[in-house]
């Protein structure tokens, strides 16, 4: 089998095995990206040449002594949101087209201290904003099930070069659904961690009080294998929780789901879902029964406000997070200014692009004198009652079953002249940021038209073995993760 | 809730954006539209909820008070737009009289 297809596990196996050397991984997969990447385009940079480099010191010193790590040898991609130092790091928007970090991410250091391989940073819509990776300024990235299609977004580059076998993972980061979309868009696993799960420290903010980074990857158990490594307490982000990290791996074990309570909410299966969403999420609800779960019907009123209270609160915080692209001390800064606001406004027009505009004109508005409790206020107190929701329902069920996304990926130009059908896009991700929780997104069936279909799997704070557990069962009687895009 | 050309002005103005006439009229729309789509949180009776301002329940994150390592000058200044020496070169910003 090519190497380019194996699963992490697989050829982290492999690698541990002597079986094949971190030169041969990186010249496989350069070849794959070399094949594929002009057509799906999810990187922003790619860094085979210095993974080449990287390998050989690796297969090296192996010779003399065998000592491996879980990552070592690895080839992994990195949202382009996220710190690597000496690497470009855009966040896909011309403001930083040429920042090249002084510093790695937290997760970012902690993958390089495994010795992992740094494949490419990957293309999102800029500053993660957006649905699709139209909003980046270098160009969408495409589906690789379909090259009409958007891969999702914000992490659509990610969940396309996993789909696409350009890397064996990745790592996203979701403020609203970037992980989760995405990945049920290219037909690939993705999971956002419970808040405080793993540091943000070297994530570019654009929500401080959603975002949150977490892996995308082939399947269920690759999943558990990268969150193993990133999460975890780190000094140097302030809301990282002080919690212990278990084997995520060890919850895989289980091939059943007797005495586990599945909770169906009603409020997602309702007008605006795709009939072939409907139809396999409902299959994958009677596989979960098939498997031991006890169904239960369960009620998240609030879900229809999800949307608009994440588009206050988190355009708020970006707007407040964004300030501090001035073009005073790093990124772009205009030519020929007059005087200090001048530069700052010029900067800041020539640096943004439209959706970051207008999600910065959005949060100022509402955070503006005379609209402050009308707007963030309001929106911070509807944040506390969705909490609620999921309290009360979490004290009936262990893990919420819903569709990850109300279609399938849709076609690039279809939403990009309407924000708001693009923001409602994500009404089935938006609720488990705003209460903090653990999701998951994975394959469960594939529509009319050829396109991926993805479940999302929700769980109680710092219950990530819980949602794995479940995901991991279901993949495995029903191997939809093994169907891969048509792309070759 | 209808936004006009002279609050989406306003606006920008606080955020530091300028905005081309055409960005003026497009955004004006489109924001009116999304306020009216978040006007439907006047749904529920927030009166007696305390806000959410973090999921995690932390108050204060303190760390010791204590010089740590720190990057070295060149590496901070190697972002920089312009520098001039040591430091970051910025328009001048206070008059002479």
Same mark, same amino acid.
């Not at chain 1, 479940?470 to 891969?484: D, R």
């Given at each position: ?243 212990? *990290?278990?084997?995520?791996?060890? !919850?895989?074990?289980? &091939?059943? /789901?007797?005495? @586990?309570?599945?909770?169906?909410? +009603? #409020? ?59 073009? *005073?001390?790093?990124?772009?800064? !205009?030519?020929?200014? &007059?005087? /200090?606001?001048? @530069?700052?406004?010029?900067?800041? +027009? #020539? ?138 | ?97």
């Amino acid at each position: 089998m090519a190497l380019h297809k194996l699963s992490l596990y697989e050829l982290q196996r492999k690698f541990t095995a002597g079986e094949v050397s971190a030169a041969e991984i990186v010249h496989a997969y350069g070849l794959r990206i070399a094949h594929v990447e002009p057509k799906i385009r999810a990187f922003v940079t790619q860094t085979k040449d210095q993974a080449m480099a990287h390998a050989e010191v690796l297969d090296r010193r192996l010779k003399q002594w065998r000592k491996t790590e879980p990552l070592m040898g690895m080839p992994i991609a990195i949202k382009d949101n996220i710190c690597t130092e000496g690497v470009p790091t855009t966040c896909s928007s011309r403001m930083l087209q040429h920042f090249v970090p002084p510093y790695d991410a937290t997760v970012v250091a902690k993958l390089r201290k495994q010795e992992y391989l740094l494949i490419g940073k990957t293309n999102l819509d800029e500053f993660a904003m957006g649905s699709s990776t139209e909003h980046s300024a270098f160009g969408p990235s495409r589906n690789p099930w379909n090259l009409q299609c958007v891969p999702g977004g914000s992490s659509g580059g990610s969940a396309a070069a996993v789909a696409a076998d350009e890397c064996v993972a990745a790592l996203g980061s979701d403020t609203g659904g970037s992980i989760r979309q995405p990945a049920a868009f290219c037909g690939v696993v993705g999971l956002k961690p419970t808040y405080g799960r793993v540091s943000r420290y070297g994530l570019v903010a654009f929500a401080s009080s959603l975002d949150q980074i977490g892996p995308i990857t082939k399947d269920v158990r690759d999943a558990a294998l990268l969150l193993n490594v990133i999460a975890g307490h780190d000094p140097l982000d302030s809301t990282s929780a002080d919690v212990p *990290v278990p084997d995520y791996t060890k !919850a895989l074990t289980k &091939k059943h /789901l007797k005495k @586990l309570r599945v909770g169906v909410p +009603q #409020e997602f299966f309702t007008e605006g879902l795709d009939p072939d969403v409907e139809g396999a999420v409902k299959a994958a609800i009677s596989e979960l029964k098939n498997l031991g779960g006890e169904i239960k019907d369960i009620e998240l009123p609030r879900t229809d406000a999800a949307v608009a209270v994440y588009y206050v609160l988190a355009t708020a915080e970006a707007s407040s997070n964004l300030a501090r692209f001035d073009g *005073v001390k790093f990124g772009l800064r !205009a030519k020929e200014t &007059k005087d /200090l606001l001048d @530069l700052y406004m010029k900067t800041r +027009q #020539e640096g943004f692009g439209p959706e970051v505009k207008r999600r910065i004109m959005l949060g100022t508005y509402v955070l503006s004198a005379g609209y402050y409790d009308a707007y963030y206020g309001k929106a911070q107190a509807v944040r506390t009652m969705i909490r609620q929701d999921f309290e009360t329902a979490f004290k009936e069920v262990d893990v919420i079953v819903t569709p990850a996304t109300p279609t399938p990926a849709f076609k690039l130009g279809e939403k990009s002249e309407d924000p708001l059908q693009m923001y409602l896009s994500d009404i089935f991700t938006i609720s488990v940021n705003l209460a903090g929780l653990p999701a998951i997104a994975l394959p469960c069936g594939v529509s009319k038209s050829g396109l991926p279909i993805g479940m999302q799997v929700i769980g109680r704070p710092f219950e990530e073995e819980t949602i794995l557990r479940v995901a991991h069962a279901y993949e495995q009687t029903t191997q939809w993760h093994l169907k891969k895009p048509p792309i070759r | 809730m209808k936004i006009g050309r002279e609050e989406v002005e306003r606006v920008a103005l606080l955020a530091r954006l300028r905005l081309t006439e055409e960005e003026k009229d497009v955004f004006a729309k489109q924001l009116s539209q999304i306020l009216d789509h978040i006007a439907h949180l006047n749904r529920y009776e927030t009166a007696e909820v305390e806000p959410t301002t973090t999921v995690t329940g932390q108050v204060n994150v303190f760390r010791d008070d204590a010089v740590r390592p720190s990057l070295p000058v060149e590496q901070v200044l190697a972002n920089a737009p312009e520098r001039e020496g040591d430091g970051f070169r910025v328009p001048k910003i206070i008059d002479e009289r």
